[in-house]
């Protein structure tokens, strides 16, 4: 399994941004798919973003398109989220995750497709 530390959440209004940062251990970093989701209180862990490793895409829950970017960086071995427009729903603990196992095809918006998760970070988001 791969250590992961997420960071960069906290209070903000709506209409603002933040940068979530997830810090994964591991040497071959560059191999995982990586994926955030969010859970808001009383509600189930839901599917935000991923990136894959294989063909390096990228895809979005409907909820956060064309608001949140997720990126990464190997060299740092850190998976990003911007959350730009940030709205009172997206008022969340949000968990970075992994895929460590090499997979080529996986369905990334399924929480159990993942081997790693992060602490999770507080996002609050004031009207």
């Known amino acids: 399994q791969v250590q992961l530390v997420e960071s960069g959440g906290g209070l903000v209004q709506a209409g603002a941004s933040l940068r979530l940062s997830c810090a994964a251990s591991?040497?071959?970093?560059?191999?995982?798919?990586m994926g955030w989701f969010r859970q808001a209180p009383g509600k189930e862990r839901e599917f935000v973003a991923a990136n894959t490793w294989s063909r390096g895409s990228t895809h979005y829950a409907e909820s956060v398109k064309g608001r949140f970017t997720i990126s990464r960086d190997n060299a740092k071995n850190t998976v990003y989220l911007q959350m730009n427009s940030l709205k009172p729903e997206d008022t969340a603990i949000y968990y970075c995750?992994?895929?460590?196992?090499?997979?080529?095809?996986?369905?990334?918006?399924?929480?159990?497709?993942?081997?790693?998760w992060g602490q999770g970070t507080q996002v609050t988001v004031s009207s």
């Open positions: 995750a992994a895929d460590s196992t090499l997979r080529w095809t996986l369905d990334v918006t399924g929480a159990h497709e993942y081997d790693s």
């Open positions: 591991g040497r071959t970093f560059s191999s995982y798919t």
